[in-house]
């Protein structure tokens, strides 16, 4: 059982708490920690999602008053993370997290298909961390500053700095926000004055998130409320048909393409499925927190009005009767006349010839026309050489374009190979069919061996390590980029690439 605990600050995550107590303590093993915060060993992976928390409690003593409830709610970040998702899937990441069972936290929250990654280090004010450190002796992981798309200190409104401390481990360490994972520095701000009111108007709402105990509202409920507010501001016909060519147009002037781009949301104009055009759509798939905030940021709703609201109305449908204007055996009689001059035509050939006529027969007389009207498949002529060679020109400029592409794509580091070219083409697996020979020869030559590639990545991590003014060594490069393989092999490897460049 514990006798005490260290001073819970206000919106500090446990995880910073357990760091401050294994201190305390004077603690060095981990597993010795988790034996005396738990009372046996479990296995805790996530800073943002700790499980077992009832285990906690229980070890605690009589007289303590914190609840399971308090310190989900309160220290760790399921009320952002949970916030628009369904009240089922909230109360299932509760008893995950409140009792350690089941093993799909990340994935009901949509982690792993995300197009939005959180960062990868802890973050914290500098101004915080000094003023904390001159009036407590100690300072402490905020949960606000970990928030995916928080760039500043509401607070002190200077820019956050990434700690030494990675968020992303699945091997906790506990390591308390001190010197030697922090330091004071102030970074230096180059934003533009509209990227800082923007992100100060996202750090507002992810706030109210974090501290609002909204009842939870379903995907359905939160598409109509977009459609409603999208109809008030003219982005949308009375019945709920989206100008989605307006609304992208209207967004993409709000938002500079700069601060898209910082919150992982730049959005292509020329992609019919880029995810601003997907956003308002029905499906069952999760969308980031993040981008439910720069959306209703955008319409200029509050999230106060989206969860206080009871009743919305989204798309409108209408059960209009259409009452034939002739005679229904007289258009039988045509579509049977338009069948016998175009045998062996198939459906699609015959709707355009028949135009009108088949819309109607096929709406008012369905079973009908699946009776007299033939399926027949058009036949596609088989493709000569001289057509391959053409073709095979163009793929291997695409080719040729998609490696420089993917050499030059910022970000973490990819591979080049003949799967990665296809899939920066955006071509599927005809795309390798031997016939298109010399685009076939240029991607297994260009195919990028494996320790040239690691060479490439070890590189990048040093680049990255120094813009964050992180000391460089072989161990936090290997960790940084997340190497598998043989470890010895590759740590040699990036021993040689630390030696050359230095």
């Known amino acids: 059982m514990i006798n005490f605990l260290p001073t819970v600050y206000e919106d500090e995550l446990l995880y910073s708490v357990f760091a401050r107590y294994k201190r305390m303590c004077g603690m060095l093993s981990n597993e010795a920690l988790i034996n005396d915060l738990f009372g046996s060993h479990i296995v805790q992976r996530s800073i943002f999602f700790p499980r077992h928390i009832n285990a906690f409690i229980s070890n605690l003593t009589p007289q303590s008053k914190f609840t399971a409830k308090e310190i989900i709610t309160k220290n760790t970040m399921l009320p952002f993370y949970t916030a628009f998702l369904s009240e089922e899937n909230t109360k299932r990441i509760y008893t995950y997290m409140a009792d350690g069972c089941g093993k799909g936290i990340e994935t009901i929250i949509g982690f792993g298909g995300s197009k939005v990654d959180i960062q990868n280090y802890l973050r914290y004010c500098p101004v915080c961390f000094q003023e904390d450190m001159e009036k407590k002796g100690e300072s402490y992981w905020r949960r606000v500053h970990q928030i995916v798309g928080v760039m500043y200190c509401r607070k002190h409104k200077v820019r956050l700095n990434n700690s030494s401390v990675l968020s992303t481990s699945n091997a906790l360490n506990f390591i308390c926000a001190d010197e030697e994972v922090c330091n004071e520095n102030v970074v230096t701000d180059n934003f533009s004055t509209k990227v800082k009111e923007l992100n100060f108007q996202y750090i507002k709402a992810s706030e109210q998130l974090l501290w609002g105990n909204y009842q939870r509202k379903d995907l359905q409920f939160i598409i109509r409320f977009y459609i409603d507010k999208l109809r008030d501001r003219g982005f949308a016909s009375k019945q709920g048909s989206l100008y989605i060519n307006e609304v992208q147009k209207r967004f993409l002037q709000y938002y500079p393409t700069e601060y898209l781009k910082i919150m992982q949301c730049t959005v292509d104009p020329l ?47 209408t059960d209009t009767k259409h009452l034939p204007l002739f005679d229904i055996e007289e258009r039988r009689e045509k579509w049977l006349n338009l069948l016998k001059d175009n045998s062996g035509a198939n459906r699609s050939q015959l709707k355009t010839k028949g135009k009108g006529l088949h819309t109607w027969i096929f709406r008012h007389d369905r079973e009908w026309y699946e009776k ?95 813009k964050c003014n992180e000391r460089v060594t072989a161990y936090k490069i290997q960790r940084f980029v997340g190497f598998g393989g043989e470890q010895k092999e590759v740590r040699i490897l990036i021993e040689k690439v630390l030696m050359a460049h230095y």
């Not at 798939?285 to 969860?307: A, E």
């Not at 998609?402 to 083409?425: C, D, F, H």
């Open 372 to 466: 007299v009207t033939p399926r027949v498949k058009a036949s596609k002529g088989k493709t000569n050489d001289s057509e391959w060679e053409e073709r095979d020109k163009k793929c291997l400029k695409l080719a040729k374009q998609a490696v420089e592409k993917i050499m030059n794509e910022p970000g973490k580091p990819i591979r080049v190979t003949p799967l990665s070219i296809r899939r920066t083409v955006g071509e599927r697996n005809w795309f390798n069919n031997e016939k298109l020979k010399e685009t076939h020869q240029f991607m297994q030559e260009a195919k990028e061996e494996i320790n040239e590639f690691r060479i490439r990545k070890i590189k990048w991590a040093i680049d990255e390590l120094n």
């Open 271 to 317: 992609k019919e499925t880029n995810w601003l055009r997907l956003f308002v759509r029905n499906n069952n798939k999760n969308r980031s927190p993040l981008r439910h905030l720069l959306y209703l940021q955008f319409l200029g709703v509050s999230v106060d009005k989206l969860f206080g609201e009871d009743r919305v109305e989204g798309k409108k449908t």
